[in-house]
């Protein structure tokens, strides 16, 4: 054995474990997709996914990705250099008008968006200022610009969601020029950004701030384009990041800004110019989502609302803690592994999945199921999801008020 393998087999004595007990939480198998799946012949109602509007199986985008495949293929074999359709460009034209910048880039994974966007201006004259709670894709954009020879950026963490935090670090930075990074909805804790305080800190210290708005589009504001005009900002953020893995229903980075700005990482960045070009038929599913938004975004996402507000208060009068969340992802915290794995595990049984949260993904103390309601849930699941919860969040010690510790073997 080299050291290789040694290191691999030490690294995996927890997931070998969780294996022997028979918890292991990741990479089941789905047999159809969809928020209604299945998986070893049982169905489940699926509480992970990212669909928010419900609209990936929609029979109007699946014919659409169908047709794209008659015309295009499966996929263009190329990178976006020399494999851009008039799809791409009118996707990228709609998207820039539908959330009011002057230009979009379409990126195959939102992942290399960030890690392109924060790349292309991170240089010894940066300083990168994070949130705390920052998203792998952040983090890892960053760490990729800080070890580039001779480019290498100050990087800085702010509290969470601290807007007096980020004016410290603003105040006593070290290098000429600043980009702040956060996210719009946070992904794992459900709770939405500071936001107004933290354009008004960057306008004050004249840096740049970036807002990661996966979890929001779709899902805030009147017509669903998110976190901006949900707080009635547009205009005052330089550059958002989306992703069309979620509301749009398949996968794909957006980039949005000026045009310069959007053009200049066009031109730079290795995550855009040396990856496959997005497949047209998630391009044209995507564009039938656009479509379905401009003709009735506001009922949709009124309807999210209605199901995340049901299901929250459902839970809160139940005794659950939901941390911090105030959107449509709720942290259902358990607060012990052994807790959080077991409530996982009972629910799959019962044909309900919520995926487990566990260190180190999040702190110890912290374990949680991450729970998202979409539009695409029925009040039957989403009344199922709630008695099993309330079951088994008795059973398992996890509702407020329940004095007994940490679960015994």
């Known amino acids: 054995m080299s050291w290789i393998d040694e290191k691999a087999h030490a690294e995996l004595a927890r997931v070998r474990e969780a294996r022997e007990k028979q918890v292991y939480p990741y990479f089941r198998q789905f047999e159809k997709g969809g928020l209604h799946t299945s998986i070893d012949g049982r169905s489940v109602i699926n509480f992970s996914s990212n669909d928010y509007l419900g609209l990936t199986n929609h029979p109007r985008v699946k014919?659409?990705?169908?047709?794209?495949?008659?015309?295009?293929?499966?996929?263009?074999?190329?990178?976006?250099?020399?494999?851009?359709?008039?799809?791409?460009?009118q996707l990228e034209e709609r998207l820039a008008k539908w959330f009011g910048f002057e230009k979009c880039l379409l990126f195959t994974t939102g992942y290399q968006a960030m890690l392109g966007t924060i790349v292309s201006f991170?240089?010894?004259?940066?300083?990168?200022?994070?949130?705390?709670?920052?998203?792998?894709?952040?983090?890892?954009?960053?760490?990729?610009?800080?070890?580039?020879?001779?480019?290498?950026?100050?990087?800085?963490?702010?509290?969470?969601?601290?807007?007096?935090?980020?004016?410290?670090?603003?105040?006593?930075?070290?290098?000429?020029?600043?980009?702040?990074?956060?996210?719009?909805?946070?992904?794992?804790?459900?709770?939405?950004?500071?936001l107004r305080e933290f354009v008004e800190i960057c306008a004050k210290y004249d840096a740049v701030l970036v807002v990661d708005d996966a979890h929001g589009t779709g899902t805030l504001g009147h017509r669903g384009t998110g976190i901006l005009e949900h707080l009635g900002l547009e205009g005052q953020?330089?550059?958002?990041?989306?992703?069309?893995?979620?509301?749009?229903?398949?996968?794909?980075?957006?980039?949005?800004?000026?045009?310069?700005?959007?053009?200049?990482?066009?031109?730079?960045?290795?995550?855009?110019?040396?990856?496959?070009?997005?497949?047209?038929?998630?391009?044209?599913?995507?564009?039938?989502?656009?479509?379905?938004?401009?003709e009735d975004g506001p009922a949709m996402v009124k309807e999210l609302h209605q199901k995340a507000d049901y299901f929250r208060g459902e839970l809160v009068k139940a005794g659950f803690d939901l941390g911090a969340s105030n959107t449509h992802i709720m942290p259902v915290m358990c607060r012990e592994e052994r807790k959080t794995m077991f409530m996982h595990v009972a629910l799959l049984e019962c044909g309900v999945l919520m995926v487990p949260i566990t260190?180190?993904?999040?702190?110890?103390?912290?374990?949680?199921?991450?729970?998202?309601?979409?539009?695409?849930?029925?009040?039957?699941?989403?009344?199922?999801?709630?008695?099993?919860?309330?079951?088994?969040?008795?059973?398992?010690f996890v509702l407020s008020g329940d004095e007994l510790g940490p679960m015994e073997d």
């Not at 260190?359 to 099993?388: C, F, M, S, W």
């Open 63 to 89: 014919e659409a990705a169908k047709l794209a495949v008659e015309r295009y293929g499966c996929g263009l074999s190329s990178s976006r250099v020399q494999a851009t359709t008039v799809e791409h460009v």
């Open 122 to 194: 991170a240089d010894k004259d940066t300083t990168l200022v994070l949130d705390s709670f920052s998203h792998a894709c952040i983090l890892d954009g960053t760490f990729l610009a800080a070890g580039i020879p001779g480019r290498g950026p100050e990087i800085r963490f702010f509290n969470h969601n601290s807007a007096k935090s980020l004016e410290r670090i603003l105040k006593t930075r070290d290098r000429k020029n600043a980009m702040v990074i956060v996210e719009g909805i946070y992904s794992l804790d459900g709770d939405m950004a500071h």
């Open 237 to 294: 953020v330089p550059i958002v990041v989306s992703t069309l893995s979620k509301t749009f229903g398949g996968i794909g980075g957006i980039l949005l800004g000026s045009t310069e700005v959007v053009e200049h990482v066009q031109h730079t960045a290795r995550s855009f110019l040396f990856s496959a070009s997005l497949p047209v038929p998630v391009v044209a599913a995507a564009s039938t989502i656009l479509d379905m938004m401009e």
């Open 359 to 396: 260190y180190p993904a999040v702190k110890q103390g912290e374990e949680r199921l991450r729970v998202n309601v979409t539009r695409g849930h029925t009040q039957e699941d989403l009344d199922t999801a709630i008695e099993l919860l309330k079951t088994y969040g008795e059973a398992f």
